[in-house]
């Protein structure tokens, strides 16, 4: 339960926690004293106040650094005797080492470090134990050597000391410490216990420790290696127990070992004391790192296997729901099939061995699926070419969407249809699922409505064709293939009004056929109305394709100019004339000549109607036929004005 407090309470309990920390490393560094004799190794032969630290720094992520550092000011000054200067320097490496040792084991890990696996354990063995223990060597050998102004060989020496003390502590009680509160926040952490086999291991493992390093003297040193044989239960409680139970048990066979060699006894004691405390340490030492090193791989193989079991019991959970599913998945999808109102089948994608079809299927094709006749869907196919193209097709995209193919029925039937296929997975086996739409009605009404189209759409050709035919009739002169009146009524009006408004002029040529009616009289009409179509045709050569050229009635014929200038309109208006002269025309068993009297006006010069334009053309060409004929004249809006002319006189048809 979390009690909210107020900023001055919170720092208030910082405030508390600091003298309590230091508290606590100085009567862990006095009772190290009082358990551990120095005998020339300083601070002790063990320092149990190293490993305090860096236990405090990982489990509270560096909070304490200050009450680390009182407490080992305290013990350098009041235990170790050094001067205040000197202690506060041997105090600041002794907290500076471990919290930095813990803030880079935090920083590889980002998690709590468990010892149980190598990850952790060779990580802790260098930035938890070799680094603290070298920086706090480093201080407090440097602080020994000023209080006592030591040479280097003894500064050295008292580096190394200093070292083995603080890592031999951090090794023996750290990873007990870790493992342990690892545990404590594990749950069923008390239903771990077995509590006879835990007992009588520890009581034998302790007696035969007392044993070694109380009650023998081994002044020979012969017995010594009997030390090594305390490894055999401690591995084996590796293998049985947690692990911090296995550390706690290894740290209390060091203490009984570093206690009996300390009050001179024990089968490392030989000659010298200080001798057997080294013997004593490196065993503690050995017997920490082989604890952690066969402890992490036993811990990680429990993990592995604990894994592979939990793995494995999932996979089977997963199997059986998974059968399950399966089996109610197929159940549901023969529910749904059959009651679908459209013919399903299914087939496997390898060889096209039908495995389902529903009742509509069956009625579709005229086939009982039966296991002793097997069917294939090749069979409903007409075409080969289409099978393969979609079995293709299915195995390279898995899907097919309304594609319309031809099949075959088990009476012969051809029949049109769209199938939707979609490959699935059934029974481990990749399978075909198929719809089949019929669309055979459909068919042959598309082919009648085709049918019925097309003749329709003949009949409107028709008709607009006859349309055609008919406005064409409508504006045109069936003789001479030029426009009618009634296309020049229509047009011309329009004509004038457009180029007026871009102020543009607009030519008249008003014409006739000279002695047409002897011509008629003489030959026949036959010849007339060839000489009419005659003229006709060179009009329609003559003249652009924006002049408008009509058929006025009888031999009278008119050319409108657009955009043509009076200039321009008598010179296209002589070379009519002179042009017209000069054909040959066929009559009977002879050739006649015909020549034409032309009157030419222009707009708006001669007015800007249609009525008035046409009137001053005709005038203009009723002057050229009294003048004489064969002549061409130029409307005046006084009168018409006689033109220029290729002859004088009147040249009558041959």
């Known amino acids: 339960m979390n009690i909210p407090v107020s900023r001055h309470t919170g720092l208030a309990l910082r405030l508390l926690v600091v003298p309590a920390i230091a508290l606590l490393y100085a009567l862990v560094g006095g009772a190290a004293a009082l358990l551990f004799p120095s005998q020339g ?3 002790a032969p063990l320092w149990p106040p190293a490993a305090l630290a860096l236990v405090l720094f990982i489990w509270r992520r560096g909070h304490g650094l200050v009450g680390v550092w009182l407490g080992a000011c305290w013990v350098s000054f009041y235990q170790a005797g050094l001067p205040l200067p000197e202690a506060m320097l041997a105090g600041a ?27 952790d354990v060779w990580p802790f063995l260098w930035c938890g134990t070799v680094l603290p223990s070298l ?29 083995l003390s603080d890592a031999g502590g951090i090794l023996l009680f750290a990873p007990m410490a870790l493992l342990v509160l690892d545990a404590f926040e594990r749950p069923g952490f008390w239903g771990q216990w077995r509590f006879v086999e835990r007992l009588i291991l520890t009581c034998c493992t302790l007696g035969v420790a007392t044993m070694l390093f109380w009650q023998t003297n081994d002044r020979g040193g012969q017995l010594a290696v009997l030390s090594f044989l305390l490894m055999l239960p401690l591995i084996w409680t590796v293998a049985r127990f947690p692990l911090w139970q296995s550390h ?24 010298s004391i200080r001798q057997a405390m080294l013997c004593t340490g490196t065993l503690v030492m050995v017997q920490s790192m082989t604890l952690l090193v066969v402890g992490a791989l036993v811990a990680e193989r429990e993990e592995s296997e604990l894994f592979l079991r939990d793995v494995n019991q999932h996979l089977e959970d997963k199997v059986r729901e998974r059968t399950r599913e399966l089996t109610e998945s197929e159940a549901r999808f023969k529910l749904v099939a059959d009651a679908a109102p459209f013919p399903m089948v299914m087939n496997q994608l390898s060889d096209g061995r039908v495995v389902y079809a529903n009742p509509r299927a069956e009625a579709l094709f005229h086939y009982q699926l039966q296991p002793a006749q097997p069917l294939f869907v090749q069979s409903f196919y007409t075409s080969e070419a289409e099978r393969d193209q979609i079995a293709g097709i299915l195995r390279n995209q898995g899907t097919i969407l309304d594609r319309e193919v031809e099949l075959i029925d ?3 039937r051809r029949f049109w249809a769209w199938l939707s296929c979609t490959v699935i997975k059934s029974n481990g086996v990749l399978c075909v699922l198929t719809g089949i739409n019929d669309i055979s009605e459909r068919k042959r009404l598309e082919s009648s409505l085709k049918a019925a ?20 009739q409508a504006v045109r002169d069936p003789l001479t293939g030029l426009f009618n009146r009634r296309y020049l009524d229509s047009t011309l009006a329009g004509t004038l009004s457009h180029l007026q408004a871009l102020q543009r002029p607009v030519g008249v040529i008003m014409l006739d056929a000279d002695h047409f009616k002897q011509i008629n009289d003489k ?19 003559h003249f652009r394709s924006d002049d408008i050229v009509c058929r006025y009635g009888g031999e009278e014929f008119i050319v409108v100019l657009p955009g043509a200038s009076m200039e321009v309109s008598y010179a296209k208006a002589e070379g009519l004339r002179q042009g017209v002269a000069d054909l040959v025309i066929p009559a009977g068993n002879g050739r006649l000549s015909v020549t034409l009297s032309l009157g030419v006006a222009c707009a708006p010069e001669h007015g800007c109607d249609m009525e008035s334009l046409l009137d001053a053309a005709d005038a203009a060409l009723y002057a050229a036929k009294t003048d004489g004929r064969n002549r ?17 006189g009147d040249e009558q048809p041959v």
């Open 248 to 271: 706690l048990l290894s740290m209390l066979v060091a203490l009984v070992a570093i206690t009996g060699t300390a009050h001179s006894g024990g089968v490392f004691y030989v000659d």
């Open 410 to 412: 088990g009476y012969g």
């Open 41 to 43: 190794l300083l601070p």
């Open 523 to 541: 030959y026949g009409h036959l010849t007339g109305d060839m000489v009419l179509a005659t003229l006709g045709q060179y009009l329609r050569t």
């Open 93 to 119: 490496t002794s907290a500076l080492g471990p919290w930095l040792g813990a803030g880079v084991l935090r920083h590889l890990h980002r998690t709590p470090v468990r010892l149980s696996r190598q990850s």
């Open 453 to 472: 189209n097309d003749a329709l759409r003949r009949h409107v050709s028709e008709i607009e064709e006859l349309q055609h035919g008919l406005r064409e």
């Open 632 to 648: 061409v004249f130029r409307a005046s809006s006084a009168g018409p004005v006689q033109g220029l002319t290729a002859s004088h």
């Open 135 to 163: 920086i706090s060597a480093l201080g407090g050998a440097v602080a020994l050597s000023l209080a006592a102004s030591n040479d280097a060989l003894t500064l050295a020496t008292l580096f190394l000391r200093w070292w």
